[in-house]
Structure formats: structure tokens, C-alpha cells
């Protein structure tokens, strides 16, 4: 089983439409969460970490299954400007014998179309 | 304005050179990261480094060299030892244990 795994899509979803997706990883002893944000031929940015009880940050929320193993991430009342790829990325515990402790997903690709 | 600044954006070198990647932070961060992404592929770490003059390899260290002199900043060298060197190469910084801010990355083509 991969680490942390995505569905690559693409996801087409109509302009004003709510998507959602999620993001599985194998280590349950995983300690913290971020989705972010890559569009074409750009860095990545950070869009929300991702806390235990859930988290809203306008039309995005971001919510953790422990007891599943994955977070997910909802997008509602979607624009064309959220076309982008999201990578899930997940942080377990500093090892401090060679790992930084930090897996990311290949990306979910997102195409909101008008 | 604080933030990570990667240089050139966009680096063409012949094979068989070595060529430096830079990267430089103004945010104070302690640990600084070195990744490889390939066109549909996801990143892939090749160094980072908590602290000044300590740095560790990451997944895909062979043909890559880094320093970590100064807090500020981290280059990366790609030698001729790295077979496949065309590639979108991003730098990023972070407090420990804390989400990474990345640099606008550089786009280096081997021919």
C-alpha cells in the first residue's frame, strides 16, 4: 500500500457544483495534515492544514478520519479560478534518522468547467 | 517582504556540467528542502537540512550535493552524475513540524 494515495482524476465538475475528494495514508501514527494547492508549472501553496475536529476556511473544508485513515477536502459553490491540481500531504513522527518525516500524494487534478 | 527566492527560474545546461541550483529565505526558518517533480509525477525529496551545516538525504540523493552554510541558504548542485536531470526543482522552508512554504521553483533542461 502506497503511503499517502490520491485519486489523479481529472475530476470535471460544472462551475457552482460542490466536489470532494479524498486523500488515504498507511501510517497511523501520522501526526499532522495539509492540502495544497498546485496550478500548472507553479509551486505548490499551502490551502489549510487540516485538523482533528474538522476545519472551514470559506468555501473549503477539510476534515480527518483517524479511525479510516484519510482526510478529505470539499469545495463548495466551486470557480473556474480552483482548476488545479491539490496534493494531500502528510506529516508523521521526525525519525531524526534520515526521514523528514513528510510524504506527499501524487495530487488530485480538479477541472471546473463553465 | 518575507519569503523563499529560487534562482534562475528556468536554467539550461548542456550534459556533463554540473550547474547550482539557489534558494534563499528571509522567514528565519530552521529546516530547508530540496524536490524533484516530473511532468504527472508527485515530489520527491533529494535533501533537507533542520539546522546550519547538518543536512540529510532524501529518496533520491545520488548525482545531487547540497551545503547548508548560512540559515538563509541552501544551494543545490546537480552533477553529471545525475542521469536524468531535466526536471522542476522546488525549494521550500519551514519551522520544524510546521507546513512548508515553497519558492516559485526552477525549471532546469539538460541537453
Known amino acids: 500500500r502506497k503511503e499517502v494515495e490520491q485519486d489523479p482524476g481529472p475530476f470535471n465538475v460544472p462551475e457552482g457544483a460542490t466536489v470532494a475528494f479524498n486523500c488515504t495514508y498507511s501510517n497511523s501514527a501520522s501526526q499532522s495534515f495539509f492540502w495544497y494547492r498546485q496550478d500548472c508549472r507553479k509551486e505548490p501553496k499551502l490551502l489549510m492544514s487540516?485538523?482533528?475536529s474538522g476545519n472551514e476556511d470559506g468555501r473549503f473544508t477539510a476534515q480527518l478520519n483517524r479511525a479510516s485513515q484519510y482526510i478529505s477536502l470539499l469545495i463548495r459553490d466551486s470557480k473556474l479560478s480552483d482548476s488545479a491540481t491539490y496534493l494531500c500531504?502528510?506529516?508523521?513522527?521526525?525519525?531524526?534518522?534520515?526521514?523528514?518525516?513528510?510524504?506527499f500524494g501524487k495530487g488530485t487534478h480538479l477541472i471546473i468547467q463553465p | 517582504d518575507g519569503g523563499i527566492t529560487q534562482s534562475p527560474k528556468y536554467l539550461f545546461r548542456k550534459e556533463g556540467q554540473n550547474v547550482t541550483l539557489s534558494c534563499e529565505q528571509n522567514?528565519?526558518?530552521?529546516?530547508m528542502y530540496w524536490y524533484r517533480q516530473d511532468p504527472g509525477q508527485g515530489l520527491r525529496l533529494i535533501y533537507y537540512s533542520q539546522i546550519v551545516n547538518d543536512f540529510q538525504k532524501g529518496d533520491i540523493a545520488e548525482g545531487y550535493s547540497v551545503s547548508r552554510e548560512k540559515k538563509e541558504s541552501f544551494p543545490l548542485t546537480v552533477t553529471s552524475a545525475q542521469k536524468n536531470p531535466t526536471a522542476f526543482y522546488l525549494c521550500?522552508?519551514?519551522?520544524?513540524?510546521?507546513?512548508?512554504?515553497f519558492g516559485n521553483g526552477t525549471r532546469l533542461t539538460v541537453t
Open positions: 487540516v485538523y482533528s
Open positions: 522567514l528565519n526558518h530552521d529546516a
Open positions: 500531504v502528510v506529516r508523521g513522527m521526525y525519525s531524526g534518522g534520515g526521514a523528514d518525516g513528510l510524504t
Open positions: 521550500a522552508s519551514s519551522r520544524l513540524q510546521e507546513p512548508l512554504h
